[in-house]
């Protein structure tokens, strides 16, 4: 099974800081044919299901505020939020979906400084 | 609107079984491979089944391989999930989750299932 690795497991942020936060599998995602990472960022918020804001490692889904920057390529992947607002306080997860089972990183908490 | 609504949790004893299900709506059901996922209280997320569209293929993780069984019925647009043999480690928030080998870009609300003597 590919292994994701999330770190920090929580972070304090302010409004208004930068925030980057770390996602490393066990095996390469990127698969040489299409040149895609199978790899996306999913944010939690207390009491909802998880929301889809990045697939392919960098592509937005749509609506999901450009503030939301995914990038990585391989086995190192980030997700920084430019501009942390109130709303984004949630937990955040990447998962792969190069290969069976499908499966996600422990999670990174952003809770309010 | 893509809208996936779970229903069927509940509190069983160890040991007991329970069927779950997902009705979707908004999205050709029948064209769409669908996933179940859950979430044990203040964990994190575990993938655990997997039916192509048209039922040709099922996949499980390892945690419930030969204990759960994931079906469709395509003509009532709901996926189900039927757990037998069930253990304390199955408490869980349960999502199905809209397809194939992409990312799950549409989740259910969540059911939940709470295994406990």
């Known amino acids: 099974d590919i292994v994701m690795t999330q770190t920090p497991s929580s972070q304090a942020v302010s409004a208004g800081e930068k925030v980057t936060m770390s996602c490393k599998s066990s095996q390469s995602l990127l698969y040489s044919e299409n040149k895609k990472n199978y790899l996306a960022w999913y944010q939690q918020k207390p009491g909802q299901s998880p929301k889809l804001l990045i697939s392919?490692?960098?592509t937005r889904e749509s609506g999901v505020p450009d503030r939301f920057i995914g990038s990585g390529s391989g086995t190192d992947f980030t997700l920084t939020i430019s501009s942390v607002q109130a709303e984004d306080l949630a937990v955040y997860y990447c998962e792969q979906y190069y290969d069976t089972p499908w499966t996600f990183g422990g999670g990174t908490k952003l809770e309010l400084k | 609107e893509v809208q996936l609504v779970e229903s069927g949790g509940g509190l069983v004893k160890p040991g007991s079984s329970l069927k779950l299900s997902c009705v979707a709506s908004?999205?050709?059901?029948?064209?769409?491979?669908m996933h179940w996922i859950r979430q044990a209280p203040k964990k994190g997320l575990e993938w655990i089944a997997l039916?192509?569209?048209?039922?040709?293929?099922?996949y499980y993780a390892d945690s419930v391989k030969g204990r759960f069984t994931i079906s469709r019925d395509n003509s009532k647009n709901t996926l189900y999930l039927e757990m037998n043999s069930l253990r304390s480690e199955d408490t869980a928030m349960y999502y199905c989750a809209k397809g194939e080998f992409g990312p799950f870009a549409y989740w259910g609300q969540g059911t939940l299932v709470t295994v406990s003597s």
């Open positions: 039916i192509y569209y048209d039922s040709s293929n099922k």
């Open positions: 908004g999205f050709t059901f029948s064209s769409y491979g």
């Open positions: 392919w490692a960098s």
